[in-house]
């Protein structure tokens, strides 16, 4: 069965300074992999995804994320983060042609500092 | 605004009461997919329809049911409510089976009481 394990769950960090939230996940088939952020009382909102083709995958608000095959890896990278980059993170995987469901992490907060 | 539109936004029930979360996905989505937010279970699938179909089950408990109607509308319907059944509820929708990304809705927060 897939699972995904996001290795932190606080991650609190100074303004301007980079960050890598780390996910690992499961799966004995091949996946499709996702980072969604969830502000306080919102949903959840595609940061972004990797389907296939080049492992370093760009998002939006300045992410970036790389997928590892042989780590069964899919870490989010942002260079310099800001306040408004405090929320909730969160990794999903979804096996290839199994209709769709994701599978989601644990989350990790992210607390931005001045 | 997402596009993907669940109501109510709140709701306060009692144990043992039944509720019903509806969902309206985004223009043109044939996909609806529900999850359940809680605090000690972290996000859930729990189940999915694709164009009035069932396609996908999770982990839903057997006292939670779903449908999707022709005009592509869900509902969740909750019965026989217990104190952990307390959490927010997401609906999502996409084009059609296979993953793009999906797009959530901003919840249904549950309490029961």
């Known amino acids: 069965a897939q699972s995904v394990t996001q290795l932190d769950s606080q991650v609190p960090v100074f303004e301007e300074a980079p960050v890598e939230l780390r996910c690992n996940y499961s799966?004995?088939?091949?996946?499709?992999l996702f980072w969604y952020v969830q502000y306080p009382n919102q949903g959840l909102q595609l940061l972004l995804k990797?389907?296939?083709?080049?492992?370093l995958v760009k998002g939006i608000n300045g992410f970036e994320a790389e997928f590892n095959k042989s780590q069964t890896s899919f870490h989010l990278r942002k260079p310099s983060v800001h306040i408004s980059d405090t929320a909730e993170y969160f990794c999903?995987?979804?096996?290839?042609?199994?209709?769709?469901?994701?599978?989601f992490g644990q989350g990790t907060e992210l607390s931005v500092k001045p | 605004d997402s596009g993907v539109t669940q109501t109510p936004k709140h709701l306060i029930t009692a144990t043992g009461q039944r509720v019903t979360l509806r969902c309206s996905p985004r223009?043109?989505?044939?996909?609806v997919y529900w999850y359940q937010q809680s605090l000690d279970q972290g996000l859930q699938f729990l189940i999915q329809y694709y164009n009035g179909e069932e396609r996908a089950k999770g982990n839903i408990l057997e006292r939670f049911s779903a449908q999707q109607f022709p005009d592509l509308h869900s509902e969740l319907n909750l019965s026989s409510l217990e104190l952990g059944d307390s959490a927010l509820y997401f609906c999502?929708?996409?084009?059609?089976?296979?993953?793009?990304?999906?797009?959530f809705g901003s919840g249904t927060r549950l309490t029961v009481v």
């Open positions: 999903a995987v979804s096996e290839i042609d199994q209709g769709g469901k994701l599978i």
């Open positions: 999502a929708s996409s084009r059609d089976r296979e993953i793009d990304g999906y797009t």
């Open positions: 799966s004995s088939v091949s996946v499709y």
């Open positions: 990797y389907l296939s083709g080049s492992t």
């Open positions: 223009s043109g989505d044939l996909s």
